[in-house]
């Protein structure tokens, strides 16, 4: 339930930036996708998803700079071994406050490619985990005992804008802080997600 209220709250923020924004110069668009996600400490790769709304401003000469807010998730999976072969599994969710300087080039009239990149800051929302050894077990908010809630990272991304509105686009970000709290395992950590998006744009 809680997922599913803060999906519905990303979405009507999203319509009514548009109603508001419609006889604007300002370009807004809606997106979703699919992560996957490889902290820094582990090998293994996680899927998830995200879903988010961005306002655009465009410049002359192509120029533009974007902002949003996304609803992100990061799963992972570590192995400390030699932590008595520790194992951590969590699926966090963040809220994601991307900002991007981006330039983007006509190839027809119906189709224009885009390139962006900049920093974001991130708020952990929730996420459940499971540890492995005998004395852990479930876990029920993986913010409380082990991950920071505050983080910040960049982002590069690369798009595909066809007929001026439907967008394909793919990005990568990574965590500049380290989100271990120190409390299991030798240290530092960091988010890593490759995301594939879908969106369209008003």
Request: hydrophobic share 40%; with cysteine; charged share 20%.
């Amino acid at each position: 339930m809680k997922l599913f209220r803060v999906i519905v709250l990303v979405i009507g923020v999203a319509f009514f930036s548009f109603n508001t924004m419609a006889q604007s110069p300002l370009a807004f668009s809606i997106e979703a996708g699919w992560n996957l996600s490889k902290p820094t400490d582990t090998d293994k790769a996680k899927s998830g998803f995200n879903i988010g709304a961005s306002v655009e401003y465009g410049f002359a000469g192509n120029w533009f700079v974007d902002g949003g807010l996304r609803l992100t998730s990061k799963p992972w999976e570590i192995n400390y071994e030699g932590y008595n072969d520790l194992t951590l599994k969590a699926t966090p969710y963040y809220l994601n406050i991307p900002v991007k300087v981006g330039y983007r080039y006509g190839v027809s009239d119906c189709v224009a490619l885009t390139l962006s990149a900049g920093p974001y800051v991130g708020c952990g929302l929730w996420g459940k985990g499971k540890e492995s050894l005998s004395a852990g077990g479930d876990i029920d908010n993986i913010f409380d005992d082990y991950m920071k809630r505050f983080e910040v990272g960049g982002i590069v991304r690369i798009g595909a804008e066809l007929m001026k509105h439907y967008v394909i686009s793919a990005e990568y970000s990574l965590q500049f802080n380290d989100f271990d709290k120190g409390n299991e395992g030798p240290g530092a950590c960091r988010n890593q997600v490759f995301s594939v998006n879908l969106g369209y744009r008003f």
